[in-house]
């Protein structure tokens, strides 16, 4: 059993606020009662919100990120429809998996990883697709593997630059509720996500948002489903319920986390988010390092996969944080083993976590060998975070 205080920094599950935690433990209630309605209007409610749809709808499935893609392609597609992806990352790439093991023809753009979704290459790709056999085009937001952030706006102007009306599905599972989400301006069809880190709760929900287009999609597509058919869905909770047993701490915790994420306001969560970062990322460059993501366009505000140098293997860092420190990094995952450790900064973070999580990376790479000083990092994300030199003054 874990009996640590410490914070974890893995991108995902995140640290969870005690008063989340303590809002989806809860006794037994019988989830076809006025109880459950009460607390699953707020939660849809809220989500729509945060996805910034006002023409969609909200889904939840009791599953994860991976139950979202499922679902999003399962509900919309039939065997043999075309779906273009990029692959830059091991969730790109899996959820390409998942599309291929469904009977879709996936056409993939091999993009290298490190770099984002390639709008150029998408753009021509659907010029070409005369007949528009492309029924869909898939985009991970934010590639958790690499640290990138695609624009996802973009992607949405390649497609009507090329007049192309496939579907836009959207992987936000690392991004939504931590990083600017605008489903209906971008014209996401079908947004993806989980409880587990923007919405600081345990992992156990799979949120989808759905546009009109997706809903009429539905009604013709093809591939099988039942328990993550939108169309049960959608009808049960209607009615305030779902079309089978729910995970009711799992929505109470939702229902509490939106309100939370809405006081605090979107504006000021994602703020947050960008100080946090901008913080990890000045104590990167004061190591001497590298984020992998190519270009600062594509640094993502929720994770930062850090280059190691040649001749050091990050999983060291990480197995060292957590064997001598206690504190949780993420590996390097796929084709970035070994070549980056992860740090996770989204979901319940402040500025002064975000410090213990840092002096402890630099502990371990100083324990290492690695050629960085001491504080160096944390000194750098300080000046990021502090107030400002006249702040005993203002005080006074
Ligand atoms: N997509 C992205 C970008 C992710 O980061 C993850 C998980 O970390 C997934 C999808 C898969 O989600 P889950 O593990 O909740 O099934």
Known sequence: MRTSQNPVFIPGPTNMPEHLRKAADMATLDHRGPAFAGMLKPALEGVKTILGTTDGEVILFPATGTGGWEAAVSNTLSPGDTVLAARFGMFSHRWIDLCQRHGLNVQIIETPWGEGAPIAAIEEALTNDKEHRIKAVLATHNETATGVKSDIAAVRGAMDAAGHPAMFFVDGVSSIASMPFHMDDWGVDVAITGSQKGFMLPAGLAICGISPKAVAAMETAKLPRTFFDFRDMRDSMAGGGFPYTPPVGLIHGLSVAVEDLLTEGLDNVY???????????????????????????????????????????????????ASEYDMAFGVGLGEVAGKVFRIGHLGQLTDAMMLSGLSVAEMCMADLGYPIELGSGVAAAQSVYRHGDNVLALAA
């Open 271 to 321: 703020a947050r988010h960008t100080r946090i970062a901008t913080g990890v990322r000045a104590a990167i460059e004061a190591w001497g390092m590298t984020p992998y993501a190519k270009t600062p366009d594509l640094f993502s505000d929720t994770v930062t996969a850090v280059k190691v140098p040649d001749g050091f293997n990050g999983t060291d860092v990480v197995t060292r944080a």
